[in-house]
C-alpha cells in the first residue's frame, strides 16, 4: 500500500511552479478552474463583485441599491436599530407616560430642549429610528427576493457533474474492484438516495447533493425578521393600552369613556374596540404576617364576571398577577389594589348628599395608607343656603395612634378613617378639569371647633358618625370596600411576532448545524481491466465531518464493490534475468505509484501534502479494504 494516485500528486503539487517558470494553474484560481461548476458555492449568498458604476445617476442608483441589499449592511441596520433603542429604555417617553416626561423637564431644563431637537422624548416615532426601520425593512426585502429564486432555481436543477480531476476536492478516496463500472455507479445512486441525497447520473460518475434546508433556514430567517418588524409596527399603529380601576359591585366596559387613561396608535379608530365587559365581584388580598417576608401578598385574586359581545353569556372567572384575562383579543391584566371606604354625607337640612364608596390613592405601597378626597358641590347649610363642601383626609387599614396617621399593616385590621372638612367654592364650576384626588382649597375656608382656635378632624371607625361645627350635616364611615385597578391591552402584532420569533430561531438553528455537501463517485475501466472507484466529497469549510461521512458511503458502497485481492507476488528471478529485473524495475516503481488495485485512500482537508514512502507503509502492513487509509506517496 506505498503507492498513490498520480492525480493525488499533481493536485497535491499545483500550488509549486516548475523550475524556471510559473505554473499555469497555480493557487487558488487554478484549482477553481479545475473544479469547473462542482466546486461553486455552496449558498445562495451573491457573490462579492468589484464593480465601479459609471458615473450618472443610474449608475451611482445601482450601486447604492447594491450595497443597501447587501447581508452587510442589514446586519448593520439591525445594529444600529439595537442601539436606537436605548434612548427609549433611559429617557421618559411621552407615548408611555407623560408625567414621568413632564417632571424630567422639570428637572432638566437645560437637556430638555436638546433632548426636543433629537426627538428623545418620542423615539419610537422620531424621525431618525423610522428611517433605519424603513432602510433595515427595504434591505431585507433586497437580500431575500434574489436568493430565493437562486435557490429556486438551485432546487429545480441538477447536481453539477463529477469535476475532471476528483484528487483535488478536500476529501477523496479510490479502490480497485472486481465489480463493472455500472455495478458500481448503480449501488452508489440506491446509496446516495437511502441517504437522502439528490443523484444524478452523468457519464462514468454520479453526483450527489444534500443540505437544502440550511439555505431554507437562512431564507426562513431573514423572513421571520421581515414578520417580526411588520408585527411591531402593526402593533403600535393599531394598538390600544389604557387603566381603569373599579370597586367591587363595580364594572367595565369597552367604550373609550370607560378607561381612566388610554393610549392608541395613529391609526387607532374607537370603532374597532371590540364589545365584551366584566364586573368586580370580589377581590381577595392576604398578607404574611411574619418573618422577613411579612407584609408579602400571598392571594392577590380578582373574582370578576366577564360577558363578550354585546348579547354574550356571563361567565366568572379570575384574575391573577401574570394570568391575564384573554377576551376578544385583549389581556386583561391585574395590576394594583386598595380601599375605598363607603361613606353617607347629610347636609344640613338632613338629605343625603353622597352615599357610596371612595377611591384612595395609595401613598404607602407597603402597608396602603391612602390619601382620601371627598367632594359635595351640591350642598345646602342648616339655613337652606347653596354651599360646597369638602374631605380631606387618611384611610389606614390598620391603624395605631402611637404610630401616627400611617398604617402598620396592607390588612383591614383596624381600618380607621380621619378626615377635616372645608367648605366655599371647589372651583368645580369653571370648566378647568380636576382631579379626583385633589382638593382645591384656595377658596374654601376649613371647619373650627367650637372654641374658633382649633382646626375641626376626626378619626372614625366603620359605624362612627362625624358631625359637622354648626350643624352644617354629618358624615357616617358606613364600611370599606375593595377596588383592583386593570390595564386593558390591545396588540394586533403580538401573535405575528411570536410566530417570526420562533420562525426565526428555527431558521438560525437550521442555518447553523445543517451543512450543504456534494459528493461524487467515478467508476471506470483501469489499464488492469478491474474498475477504478474514485469517490470524492466538497462542502463548506466549517464542516469537519465531511471525510468522515465520505468513509461511511465507501463502506457502504464497498459491499457491493469490493476491493480487488492482492496481486500474486513475481517469482524469485534467476542470475540469468537480474538484468532484465534491474531494467524493469524503474518501470514496475512507476506502474505502483499511479495506483495498487487493493489502495483504498480518504484524504481529508485538514491533510497536508503527501509523504514519502516508508517501508512501514507496505501493502502488507495495511487493510486495502479500509477507506479511512491515508493516502501515501
Not at 476528483?166 to 476529501?171: F, G
Not at 371606604?341 to 407597603?366: E, F
Request: one cysteine or more; glycine letters at 10%; a negative charge.
Amino acid at each position: 500500500m506505498s503507492t498513490t494516485d498520480t492525480d493525488t500528486a499533481a493536485g497535491k503539487e499545483a500550488g509549486a511552479p516548475p523550475e524556471g517558470g510559473t505554473a499555469p494553474d497555480s493557487g487558488a484560481a487554478g484549482e477553481e478552474r479545475e473544479l469547473g461548476a462542482a466546486g461553486s458555492q455552496l449558498s445562495t449568498a451573491p457573490a462579492e463583485e468589484i464593480n465601479v458604476p459609471s458615473l450618472g445617476p443610474l449608475g451611482w442608483a445601482r450601486w447604492f441599491w447594491r450595497q443597501l441589499t447587501s447581508m452587510r449592511v442589514a446586519l448593520l441596520l439591525l445594529l444600529l436599530l439595537s442601539l436606537a433603542t436605548i434612548p427609549g429604555s433611559l429617557v421618559p417617553q411621552t407615548s408611555i407616560d407623560q408625567l414621568k416626561v413632564q417632571d424630567f423637564q422639570n428637572r432638566h431644563p437645560t437637556l430638555t430642549p436638546i433632548y426636543e431637537k433629537l426627538q428623545l422624548f418620542h423615539v419610537y416615532s422620531s424621525v431618525w429610528f423610522s428611517a433605519v426601520y424603513l432602510l433595515l425593512f427595504i434591505s431585507l426585502i433586497g437580500c431575500i427576493v434574489p436568493r430565493t429564486w437562486q435557490f429556486i432555481g438551485q432546487l429545480r436543477g441538477r447536481p453539477p457533474a463529477a469535476p475532471r480531476r476528483l484528487t483535488r476536492l478536500p476529501a477523496y478516496t479510490t479502490w480497485r474492484s472486481e465489480a463493472e463500472p455500472e455495478q458500481v455507479l448503480l449501488a452508489a445512486q440506491k446509496i446516495m438516495k437511502r441517504r437522502r441525497f439528490r443523484v444524478h447520473a452523468s457519464g462514468d460518475a454520479v453526483a450527489a447533493e444534500k443540505g437544502y434546508l440550511r439555505e431554507v433556514g437562512n431564507l426562513l430567517f431573514h423572513i421571520a425578521l421581515i414578520v417580526l418588524l411588520v408585527s411591531f409596527a402593526a402593533g403600535q399603529l393599531w394598538k390600544t393600552e389604557g387603566t381603569s380601576l373599579i370597586t367591587e359591585g363595580g364594572g367595565f366596559s369597552n367604550s373609550r369613556t370607560q378607561y381612566d387613561d388610554i393610549k392608541t396608535g395613529q391609526l387607532f379608530n374607537s370603532d374597532d374596540l371590540a364589545p365584551f365587559g366584566f364586573q368586580l365581584d370580589r377581590f381577595t388580598a392576604t398578607y404574611e404576617r411574619n418573618g422577613p417576608q411579612m407584609r408579602t401578598p400571598r392571594t392577590f385574586r380578582a373574582d370578576i364576571t366577564y360577558w363578550e359581545g354585546a348579547d354574550g353569556a356571563a361567565r366568572k372567572t379570575s384574575i391573577k398577577v401574570n394570568e391575564p384575562l384573554e377576551i376578544s383579543g385583549y389581556k386583561v391584566y391585574l395590576l394594583n389594589h386598595g380601599y375605598s371606604p363607603v361613606v353617607t354625607i347629610r347636609d344640613g337640612k338632613g338629605d343625603v348628599t353622597y352615599q357610596g364608596p371612595v377611591v384612595g390613592l395609595p401613598i404607602d405601597g407597603a402597608n396602603l395608607t391612602e390619601s382620601v378626597v371627598i367632594k359635595v358641590p351640591d350642598y345646602r347649610d342648616k339655613n337652606g343656603k347653596k354651599d360646597q363642601i369638602g374631605f380631606q383626609g387618611q384611610f389606614l387599614p390598620t391603624w395605631v395612634r402611637s404610630h401616627g396617621m400611617f398604617s402598620v399593616f396592607p390588612a383591614l385590621d383596624n381600618p380607621t378613617l380621619v378626615l377635616t372638612a372645608y367648605h366655599g367654592s371647589l372651583g368645580v364650576d369653571g370648566g378647568t378639569p380636576q382631579s379626583v384626588y385633589q382638593l382645591d382649597k384656595s377658596r374654601m375656608k376649613q371647619f373650627m371647633e367650637s372654641d374658633g382656635k382649633t382646626k375641626f378632624a376626626r378619626a372614625l371607625a366603620v359605624g362612627d358618625t362625624m358631625k359637622l361645627p354648626n350643624g352644617a350635616g354629618t358624615l357616617s364611615f358606613d364600611g370599606v370596600k375593595e377596588w383592583a385597578s386593570f390595564q386593558i391591552s390591545h396588540k394586533p402584532g403580538d401573535q405575528g411576532a411570536l410566530i417570526g420569533a420562533v420562525a426565526a430561531l428555527v431558521g438560525l438553528a437550521g442555518s447553523l448545524f445543517i451543512q450543504r455537501r456534494r459528493v461524487w463517485v467515478r467508476a471506470v475501466t483501469g489499464a488492469d481491466g478491474t474498475t477504478v472507484v474514485e469517490m470524492a466529497g466538497l462542502g463548506r469549510t466549517e464542516y469537519a465531518k465531511l471525510p468522515e461521512e465520505l468513509a461511511d458511503l465507501a463502506v457502504r458502497l464497498q459491499t457491493d464493490a469490493p476491493p480487488a485481492p492482492d496481486a500474486e507476488p513475481d517469482p524469485e528471478p534467476g542470475p540469468e534475468s537480474k538484468t532484465d529485473s534491474t531494467k524493469d524495475s524503474t518501470k514496475d516503481s512507476a506502474e505502483n505509484s499511479v495506483g495498487d488495485s487493493e489502495e483504498n485512500s480518504v484524504r481529508g482537508s485538514e491533510e497536508g501534502p503527501a509523504k514519502e514512502p516508508t517501508p512501514e507503509s507496505a501493502s502488507d502492513t495495511a487493510d486495502p479494504a479500509d477507506p479511512a487509509e491515508g493516502a501515501r506517496a
